[in-house]
């Protein structure tokens, strides 16, 4: 488990792990905090945020120096193997010990344990991508799994545990500005045609922008204009002030949601009152690329819609020639249609429970393992990517001398516009805190439950101090859920150069005793 | 403040959870009664869940108060002798039998034993017995081995040759469920080395107190007897289980075992004392085991068997004090030798504790199918009272009749009484003692004994309690067939001997006194 | 595959499957109560004894695996036991039905016409209040099957609840009887979906008076992280409004275990915050409620309006992982079809 703090992010989950390891297997968990796991681990390799690379390039290195890799599978299955033997054999585990603070013999026993059992699995979440090198990291990763031909079979592989219920979906439905449903290339002729011709209209080849592309066009004037649906980037983003400065700018903006939020309340023009979970049906799907069905509960509350009524209404009054599609089975069947991957899904199939895609016709039974019984590329090898440490955009200083990571609790979610509505769920968690080691929090002359201010560069926020031994001394940690404190005033919002994906992992602050 | 005084000793001890009740029993005499905060520190010292030692510290009767609290035995012997009256000192704590019968009615404070509830010393009242010597305590090992002893451990014979000396001596396990000895070492030698040996040390059966005598008067020949146990059956490991009530024998066996370790007679093999805290039912094989491995000491459910699956789930052979204790003379003399001691197609002689209304209650090596009149008179000096009613072999035995004073103690003869030998504890009670007081005083034991799992012995064990408390006042709760019909649920569907055991007084006593059960007859059937 | 004979008839089970498995697929039921799917076999409660031959007493079918040749029987004495066992637990079943959960033992005990004949005196446990809001627990309804606590430690592995004592005092307690809110309990109600009489149950909001039975179940995905738990909202017909959740041990991906938030934080779906009409920003500069019409103009003109003035590049949509793949499908569609742009994404395409 590397970067996933499982027992809050994915609960459920998690008690697979748990049953796991209860059944005997081997848990390694490779995280900057003491998370609940770690309980259950045979090692926890407690590196320093934004050393992933360091500490996977070591491991490679035991891995090769001892001769411990699948050759069989480099040689089969894989291509440009050699490129990272040239890289990792500069990373030694003695070396990745002085800049990721992890035993240089532990990384050593977790490489052999890892390449020596056949059915070893990694399993990542945030931890791993929200950096400035996050694709360094899962291309890091990804050579780690190749190296040792852990994947397409059970209880292998490279898994990222998607953080929110649809985020797979999301993507696989083309919310994106470089694809098309099923990840088919917008740039792509034959694929705009083929949509064209279904659509009846035309598929702009212009390149869209992506999310930090957008935020950053509010500020130079590219972006005039925001739709958002069930989206509140005026908590969720790095840097706030920035972006709600930005979204100042904008001439018009439309905010479609369950209820008021940080940004719509101040800048929205128009308010479109949308449905939750219970109120509609369609689909999401999961984590491990399971279509699940969503089903109508309960009516919409007053005169609140269903979400696919409102675009396609949106549509009718922007001019657009649609169907009619009485319901949301009707989408999924255009959905489908186009996307090879999920053509054989109907909503039929998916009555007694949810199927994996890739799934192309109605005999597929779907696909529990993506990479079997070769690495799904065209050419079904598996790349590697040599991957040099870039050392995270933000480093602490005199003036700013402690590391703040973030991330989520177990009993929010997001922005908790849905979990801060829950009475039972405030007895647990409700005022904003962050976490401090025992160290850090004397020097502060801090006692545990105190209020405390939290200063980056960006902005502050004052929040309780909740002293333990989760954090290590150097490292402050904090939840975004909290719309009085929110811990995106203090990130900065340089991303992943190639994806955008922004560095919520690492930021530098100093923490103030507030006066009592 | 106690989470502070933890603190320094926290660091010494240990973190495998097998020595949780260990470490608990350190903590509550070197800081306190086991607190939420002390078990919560604990608990994370030893990366547990605070549930586990949680649910721990509260299966024990012991854990929770302090080690100097006032303990009085209200067992049946003790209650016949009046102990309830010792209730009334302020802050005693009701415990069940204290293993001190022959000096009813007992308490104890602490360590020390308080007979009569008075600070007076220890007797001991024993016979001369040919295989097991009581008559005479061992002072040291020197003593011990002037007598013979280590003689057999010093020339081993082959497992092999032991086992066949075990079967012909015709030993069966002392205590009380009676299974053969050479059967069970034979089938324990079936399974893989290394395997690990536990002696049975939790005498709590009311009205035993025949262990302890071994082990106070000859603690050298219990760990002889576990010493050719280790070596023969390749138990590099041994655990001696022992209640936490017998603080006398703890001192003799620990400083005996310091003896031996001085003398290399343990070199190789690691034998340590758990020492337990208040729980008949951790006296249950399988429940000891659980108690061992840092659980509340709930029996397992059978099959495997320890033999098989035991400790850790290694193989392990479970004896009891005294059937170990005879092993050196067996071996020495020969397993015929050792048969012919015995009477009535018996074999063997075995202690026998004899308590209640008799003038010299103490614990006699006798043969086995000797009869009760012969231990009463011959050993005990005779009965003090009009005999009312007697228990031959813990309270899970049949309660037998004064009319049953000539027959021989046997498997086979006792059978007709709905009764058995047990663990040999002979209680006498008085004509003045009634049998519904002992019948429910009796179940009162086992209810609040009972681990819990099982239906059948948490509430079956209660529901006779209060069927007996109601007969006493000439009242029924339940018809006759309806009483019928729990008692065979009991016997057949409770997981271990206590639930399946505890119906048999209860018959016997129904068979034997019908008129004190009329008024079950006089209940509609619901 | 193993052979074995079932009440008289040639049977088979699989490789080390439990006797009530087994015996289930055969088509004979036998009634259990401590036993549960999601744990190990336990074999307390004694209700699923059946005869085995050779075996000295009857074996509890939820801890015993078949063994080749096995001859069992299910119909013979110890359907006796059944009532019997039933009868003890009746005797210290003081509350049979707290808070609307379906309760098995009453039902077992409807079934083979059991009834206590009496109360044990000391069956009356102590009363358990929690401050927390979300899980209730009645002692006198507890039967002491210890599938709550053992779901704590299998499953969950965390510090909830804990058997205390034993004998007649045992109990089950949230550890050390702390609040559930003050020990490591995660609030995910685990333990009240594997109580067999409703013991532990849910703190309704609204709704407590209604028996689950008469709760209508719409099974559907949860809408919180993406391991996509399978879940049925119960849903007050009267009301319309969700008053709990549930699973089923058969759902696909998370095998009827919820966490917090899916069980019981499902109440922003009926909160009073809620939007209910469309706000449209007025000259004054605040939110207005306005008809669905005039806010769909709205938004049309001004979008529209920025086309015109910037082109349609100018024009961002946010997707969102909250909303279904057909929401997200037609909102690229709208993007790229509707406007002309590629400028669709969401912060949680990471």
């Not at chain 1, 922008?209 to 958002?228: E, F, V």
């Not at chain 1, 105190?450 to 940690?477: H, N, T």
């Not at chain 2, 059956?233 to 936490?244: K, M």
């Not at chain 3, 939007?275 to 008809?291: F, I, M, Q, S, W």
Request: charge should be negative.
């Amino acid at each position: 488990m590397i970067g996933s703090n499982t027992t809050e992010a994915h609960p459920v989950l998690a008690l697979r792990i748990k049953k796991a390891v209860r059944n005997g297997a081997t848990l390694v968990v490779a995280d900057p905090r003491k998370i609940w796991l770690t309980k259950l681990a045979k090692r926890h390799l407690q590196l320093r945020p934004g050393t992933d690379v360091w500490l996977l390039n070591a491991m490679m290195h035991t891995i090769l120096t001892e001769g411990l890799q699948d050759e069989d599978f480099i040689r089969d299955h894989t291509e440009d193997f050699d490129a990272v033997r040239e890289v990792v054999m500069r990373y030694t585990p003695e070396e990745a010990e002085k800049v990721t603070g992890v035993p240089a013999e532990a990384i050593r026993a977790t490489a052999r344990e890892y390449a020596s059992e056949r059915h070893a699995g990694i399993f990542y979440t945030l931890g791993i991508t929200e950096h400035a090198c996050g694709v360094d990291n899962i291309w890091s990763l990804a050579n780690l799994v190749l190296m040792t031909g852990h994947l397409g079979y059970e209880s292998t592989g490279l898994n990222a545990l998607r953080g929110q219920n649809n985020v797979q979906g999301l993507n696989d439905s083309g919310a994106n500005p470089t694809y098309l449903p099923g990840y088919q290339s917008v740039d792509d002729p034959e694929i705009r045609a083929k949509f064209a011709s279904v659509w009846g209209g035309e598929v702009p080849a212009t390149p869209g922008y992506r999310l930090d592309q957008m935020i950053s066009g509010l500020h130079d004037g590219r972006i005039k204009a925001l739709y958002l649906i069930g989206e509140n980037p005026a908590q969720t983003e790095p840097n706030v002030h920035h972006v709600e400065e930005g979204l100042g700018n904008l001439e018009f903006l439309i905010s479609q949601d369950l209820f008021l939020n940080e940004t719509s309340r101040d800048h929205a023009n128009v308010v479109f009152p949308a449905s939750s979970f219970a109120e509609k049906d369609g689909t999401f799907t999961n984590t491990e690329r399971r279509v699940n069905l969503v089903r109508t509960a309960v009516p919409p509350p007053g005169n609140a819609r269903v979400d696919r009524e409102i675009v396609i209404a949106m549509a009718k009054a922007l001019g657009a020639d649609w169907p009619e599609y009485p319901d949301a089975e009707s989408v999924w069947n255009e959905l489908a249609g186009l996307a090879p991957n999920w053509a054989g899904i109907t909503y039929a199939r998916l009555e007694q429970e949810g199927i994996q895609w890739p799934c192309v016709d109605s005999d597929d039974p779907g696909t529990p393992f993506l990479h079997a019984p070769r690495p799904a590329r065209p050419n079904g090898r598996g790349k590697f990517f040599p991957v040099e440490w870039q050392p995270p955009i933000e480093q602490p200083d005199s003036e700013y001398p402690l590391v703040l990571s973030t991330g989520r609790t177990l009993y929010h979610y997001n922005s908790a516009t849905m979990t801060m509505r829950e009475a039972g769920i405030l007895d647990k968690q409700e005022d904003p805190f962050f976490e401090i080691s025992p160290e850090d929090a004397s020097n502060l002359g801090l006692a545990d439950g105190d209020w405390a201010r939290l200063v980056s560069r960006r902005g502050e926020l004052e929040a309780r101090a909740q002293i333990g031994d989760r954090v290590y001394p150097g490292l402050v940690w904090m939840a975004l859920h909290f719309a009085q404190a929110r811990v995106n005033w203090l990130t900065h919002d340089v991303g992943d150069p190639l994806i955008g994906t922004p560095e919520y992992k690492v930021s530098a602050v100093r923490v103030e005793r507030v006066p009592a | 403040m106690d989470v502070l005084a933890l603190t320094p000793l926290l660091a010494e001890l240990p973190t495998e959870r097998t020595h949780l009740l260990d470490n608990l029993g350190r903590i509550r005499r070197e800081v306190g009664p086991i607190t939420p905060e002390l078990s919560d520190a604990l608990a994370n010292h030893m990366n547990l869940r605070l549930g586990d030692v949680h649910e721990v510290v509260s299966f024990y009767s012991f854990l929770q108060v302090p080690v100097t609290t006032y303990r009085v035995c209200t067992g049946p012997i003790c209650d016949c002798a009046g102990s309830r009256k010792l209730l009334e000192q302020d802050g005693a704590m009701e415990v069940p039998c204290l293993g001190h019968c022959d000096l009813a009615p007992v308490a104890t404070r602490g360590d020390t034993i308080l007979p009569g509830g008075e600070d007076r010393p220890v007797t001991y009242a024993t016979s001369v017995g040919p295989a097991l010597g009581l008559e005479q305590a061992d002072e040291s090992l020197t003593d011990y081995e002037r007598r013979g002893g280590l003689a057999v451990l010093r020339a081993l014979p082959t497992a092999q040759r032991i086992v066949e000396e075990l079967k012909a001596a015709g030993l069966a396990g002392y205590g009380g469920a009676g299974f053969p000895t050479g059967l069970k070492w034979e089938s324990l030698l079936r399974e893989p080395a290394p395997r690990v040996l536990v002696v049975n040390a939790d005498e709590g059966e009311p009205g035993t107190i025949k262990d302890r005598y071994v082990m106070e008067l000859r603690p050298h020949l219990l760990l002889e007897g576990t010493l050719i146990a280790m070596r023969a059956l390749d138990c590099p490991e041994g655990y001696i289980y022992l209640r936490e009530e017998y603080a006398t024998a703890r001192a003799r066996l620990l400083a005996a075992i310091e003896e031996l370790r001085a003398a290399g007679l343990l070199d190789g093999l690691t034998l340590d004392l758990v020492v337990g805290a208040g729980a008949y039912i951790a006296g249950e094989e399988t429940g000891m085991l659980e108690s061992m491995e840092g659980r509340r000491a709930m029996p397992r459910l059978k099959p495997p068997f320890p033999t098989q699956f035991g400790h850790l789930g290694r193989p392990t052979l479970i004896n009891n004090v005294e059937t170990l204790a005879h092993i050196p003379a067996i071996l020495q003399n020969g397993g015929a030798w050792w048969a012919a001691l015995g009477r009535d197609g018996s074999s063997g002689t075995r202690l026998w504790s004899i308590s209640g209304a008799v003038a010299r209650p103490g614990c006699y090596e006798a043969p086995n199918g000797i009869t009760l009149r012969e231990l009463i008179d011959d050993h005990a000096g005779g009965a003090t009272e009009e005999i009312g009613a007697i228990v031959p072999g813990g309270a899970a035995s049949g309660i037998l009749p004064p009319d049953a004073l000539d027959v021989p103690l046997t498997r086979d003869a006792l059978r007709e009484y709905g009764s058995g030998v047990g663990s040999a504890a002979v209680q006498v009670f008085p004509r003045s003692y009634p049998v519904l007081r002992l019948l429910s005083e009796t179940m009162r034991f086992f209810a609040e004994e009972s681990c819990q799992k099982c239906t059948p012995c948490r509430i079956g064990n209660r529901a006779l309690h209060h069927l007996f408390e109601q007969l006493e006042h000439g009242e029924a709760v339940m018809p006759r067939w309806q009483v019928d019909e729990w008692l065979l649920a009991m016997e057949k569907t409770s997981i271990c001997g206590l639930g399946q055991a505890s119906p048999i007084p209860v018959r016997n006593a129904m068979r034997i006194w019908p008129e004190l059960f009329a008024p079950l007859d006089g209940v509609v059937s619901t | 595959m193993v052979e074995f004979t079932l009440d008289g008839r040639p049977a088979t089970a699989s490789e080390g499957e439990l006797l009530v498995h087994a015996a289930a697929r055969q088509g004979v039921f036998i009634p259990t109560l401590c036993h549960d799917d999601k744990l190990e076999p336990y074999g307390g409660c004694r209700m699923c004894v059946v005869d085995v031959e050779g075996a000295p007493r009857p074996m509890p079918a939820c801890a015993t695996r078949v063994a080749p040749g096995m001859v069992v029987s299910t119909n013979g004495s110890t359907t006796d036991f059944r009532r019997t066992l039933t009868e003890m637990l009746l005797t210290e079943h003081l509350d049979p039905n707290p808070g609307g959960r379906p309760n098995e033992l009453t039902d077992l005990a409807q079934e083979l016409g059991a009834e206590a004949p009496f109360i044990l005196p000391d069956a009356k446990r102590e009363p358990y209040e929690d401050r927390n809001k979300l899980m209730g627990y009645e002692p006198d309804s507890c039967i002491l099957c210890n599938r709550c606590v053992r779901y704590t430690q299998e499953v969950m592995q965390c510090s909830a609840l804990s058997l205390e004592g034993r004998g007649g005092e045992a109990r089950i307690v949230p550890t050390w009887g702390k609040s559930w809110l003050d020990t490591e309990c995660e609030l995910c109600g685990g333990c009240l979906s594997v109580c067999p009489t409703g013991a532990l149950h849910e703190k309704f909001l609204t709704g407590a008076d209604v028996e689950e039975s008469a709760l209508t179940k719409v099974k559907t995905t949860c809408t919180f992280c993406g391991v996509g738990c399978q879940l049925d909202l119960n849903v007050d017909p009267a009301t319309d409004r969700i008053v709990k959740v549930t699973s089923e041990p058969h759902y696909v991906s998370n095998e009827g275990n919820l966490c917090v938030k899916g069980r019981f934080s499902f109440n922003f779906v009926h909160h009073p915050d809620r939007l209910t009409e469309p706000l449209v920003r007025g000259e004054d500069g605040e939110l207005h409620p306005a008809t669905w019409e005039q806010a769909l103009q709205v938004a049309a003109d001004g979008i529209k309006g920025v086309i015109a003035r910037h082109g349609t590049q100018a024009v961002g949509f946010l997707a969102s992982a909250r909303l279904t793949n057909e929401e997200n499908y037609l909102i690229q569609k709208l993007a790229r079809n509707g406007v002309g742009t590629n400028s669709v994404h969401s912060c949680e395409a990471t």
